[in-house]
């Protein structure tokens, strides 16, 4: 599709343990579209962080197959020195803790200018100062020339988000990764992080990848939504379509474990088991199987496969299909 | 970048200058050492004696206080020889001055000089890890095993014109393997943060999250090791110069003047030739420890007094 801001194909991104490689990001495929907003979703360990940094080129030890694709741009195969000019110019990336994505020891001033410094040689000093300010401005800090002359550890996390989101958007990137943008934050000042992240989307007209295990922040901000389990998406839909008909049962047991405020002291659903580490995957079939015992094992594909049940609805191995909760009676069939 | 100015203005004085401005280094520094009444006292011995002895001997000929006086010979402290003279009649206090300028050059370039490589190598190989990280450190490792006084012993013996320069060089081939060492276990660590990864993604290349972004960070600790050093690597000199692998007696330093002491004569009867010398390398060695110790506590906002 020729709107597509964002391509991955097939993208594997493996760590040696030892003298073997582990896939921590396991075939990856997915696209981002200009001015949207896709979202990834998973449990700690799921790779969601992992895929981040592969897109930007960050893992210097890992060993990537696939292909990404920025405007039709390979990624992978471009060496040091012209990703280089691309990070920070074309693509931006929003980090979790903003305390120690900032240098403690910069002012973010020059935290902010350091951006500029690289990718518009052809500004003064003087304007890359009223530039930083700019975008002080743009990113909803009062006081942006007070703040411009203060230490990371004199902002609040909030404040500090911003700066960190200052960074990402100093060059007007093309594509905007968020990876658990509200994370440490509290609710207040997430609802304005988002809000901020949307906004610039809109300004900017960025493709922007949101990372996060909070599915609130899912429902408030995605477009469209993948879901990663181990190292591989098992679902992809609109965001409508996975809150309303979600399929696998991953997806299915994150949205039934969300905390409810309106049922107090109701139980809590649980996940079985955790997310199984890179060393012990099992090599076939589902990797959700081990989660959901009660399941049949031939439920599940040897190979399990993206299948496109909907236009745009993805959903990885057949085990959908016979999924229940346990006490559940009935079985779900397919899209309704 | 870490501020070290010292710009004290007042807020009054400078409106727009927020009041809570956060100190700058120095002047953490300059507080804790005013706190430490003794860092204080050692501070203003140190400068006093280093400004004294740089200015003076300008002042002072070396060729003419070195030159043999067969008149003078170990003649006691006098009005003419305000510390007396040496077996060759030399002036003891021209020399004690000449000797401290002496060592405290060589101390300072050879701190400097290991501070320089040390720093260089420990953040390369701590930065980049992997295989850049075992070269390098097989080469501190091999020079690491190498006998240090032996090895000094070897090359004074070999070298025809041993003079300041080669002493220089070859206390810093030695010396920077420490501060290496230690550059890099830290460097190992800083570039496991966060914030490394996030200049990455805005497109900072190596080199500069190298010297930009990690080595600010590394300062505090690099300050800290040099002072130490400093103290240090004036023992060292006076130490090898007391074995007589130091400096020719042409060229004076404080190691010089003490090793005069071997002779047991001097020692019993002519204190004024090694006594001036020892109490100079004494205090001059406490002082900077004294002030290298409340850097140390500057540096730890934990252990800081004021």
Redesign the interface.
């Known amino acids: 599709m020729h709107d597509d801001l964002l391509s991955i194909e097939h993208l594997t991104a493996s760590f040696r343990i030892g003298d073997r490689y582990y896939a921590a990001v396991d075939d990856v495929s997915l696209t981002v579209r200009k001015n949207e907003i896709l979202a990834i979703v998973g449990e700690s360990g799921s790779g969601k962080s992992a895929l981040a ?1 592969s897109i ?1 080129g ?1 893992h210097t ?1 890992a060993k990537i197959e696939g292909d990404v694709r920025l405007d039709g741009q390979s990624l992978t195969r471009l060496p040091p ?1 012209k990703m ?6 074309d ?3 929003i ?1 979790q ?1 903003s305390l ?8 973010v001033g ?1 935290q902010i200018e ?2 500029l410094v ?2 518009r040689p052809g500004l003064s000093k003087k304007e890359r100062k009223e530039k930083t300010i700019e975008l002080l401005t743009q990113v909803g800090i009062a006081g942006p020339e ?1 703040a411009y ?3 990371p550890h ?1 902002l609040s996390g909030g404040m500090r988000q911003r700066i ?1 989101i200052a ?2 958007i ?1 060059n007007e990137p093309r594509l905007l990764i968020a990876d658990e943008p509200t994370t440490a934050l509290d609710v207040t000042i997430q609802l304005q992080i988002l809000d901020l992240i949307r906004k610039l989307k809109s300004d900017i007209g960025a493709g922007v990848i949101l990372i996060t295990h909070d599915l609130g922040v899912v429902a408030e901000m995605a477009d469209r939504v993948a879901v990663m389990y181990a190292g591989q998406i098992v679902e992809i839909a609109s965001l409508s379509t996975l809150l309303s008909n979600p399929q696998h049962p991953y997806t299915r047991s994150l949205l039934r474990s969300i905390p409810a405020s309106r049922e107090p002291k109701s139980k809590l659903y649980v996940i079985q088991g955790i997310v199984p580490s890179l060393q012990h995957l099992p090599r076939q079939g589902c990797r959700f199987r081990s989660r959901i015992p009660w399941i049949d094992e031939s439920a599940h594909e040897e190979q399990p496969e993206m299948h496109e049940i909907a236009p745009g609805h993805f959903v990885r191995c057949t085990c959908y299909k016979h999924f229940r909760f346990p006490g559940e009676e009935e079985i779900r069939h397919g899209a309704s | 970048m870490l501020k070290l100015s010292t710009n004290k203005a007042s807020p009054q004085a400078r409106p727009r200058q927020p009041a809570d401005k956060s100190p700058s280094g120095l002047s953490i520094v300059w507080r804790e050492i005013v706190q430490d009444k003794i860092a204080l006292v050692s501070f203003i011995l140190v400068a006093a004696v280093t400004l004294f002895v740089y200015v003076t001997s300008l002042l002072l000929d070396q060729d003419q206080i070195v030159r043999v006086d067969l008149f003078a010979l170990k003649q006691p402290p006098s009005s003419e020889f305000l510390l007396g003279t040496d077996q060759g009649g030399r002036d003891i206090f021209g020399q004690l001055i000449i000797g401290t300028r002496n060592s405290l050059t060589i101390a300072i370039v050879v701190t400097l000089l290991t501070g320089i490589i040390g720093v260089l190598v420990g953040l390369v190989s701590g930065y980049f890890g992997g295989t850049i990280d075992n070269l390098l450190m097989r080469v501190v490792d091999f020079f690491m095993i190498l006998p240090f006084l032996m090895v000094v012993i070897a090359f004074i013996t070999a070298v025809p014109n041993y003079g300041i320069t080669a002493f220089t060089l070859i206390m810093t081939a030695f010396l920077w393997l420490g501060i290496a060492k230690l550059i890099r276990s830290k460097a190992l660590q800083e570039r496991e943060m966060e914030y490394v990864q996030a200049s990455r993604t805005s497109g900072s290349s190596h080199l500069k999250i190298m010297f930009v972004q990690v080595l600010p960070n590394l300062s505090s600790i690099i300050i800290v090791t040099m002072t130490l050093n400093l103290a240090a690597n004036i023992g060292l000199e006076s130490g090898l110069s007391f074995l007589g692998f130091g400096f020719p007696e042409s060229t004076p330093s404080l190691g010089t003047l003490v090793s005069y002491a071997r002779n047991p004569q001097t020692l019993e009867m002519r204190w004024w030739i090694w006594l001036p010398a020892s109490i100079l390398i004494l205090v001059l060695m406490l002082c900077i420890n004294n002030v290298g110790q409340a850097v140390k506590r500057a540096a730890d906002a934990r252990q800081r007094k004021g």
Do not use: C, Q, T, Y
């Open positions: 940094f930007m960050l030890r020195s280089n000019k691309l990070r920070g110019r693509m931006g990336m980090f803790d120690s994505a900032l240098n403690p020891l910069m002012i020059s350091e951006a690289l990718h007070l002359e203060k230490f004199e960190v960074i990402a100093a």
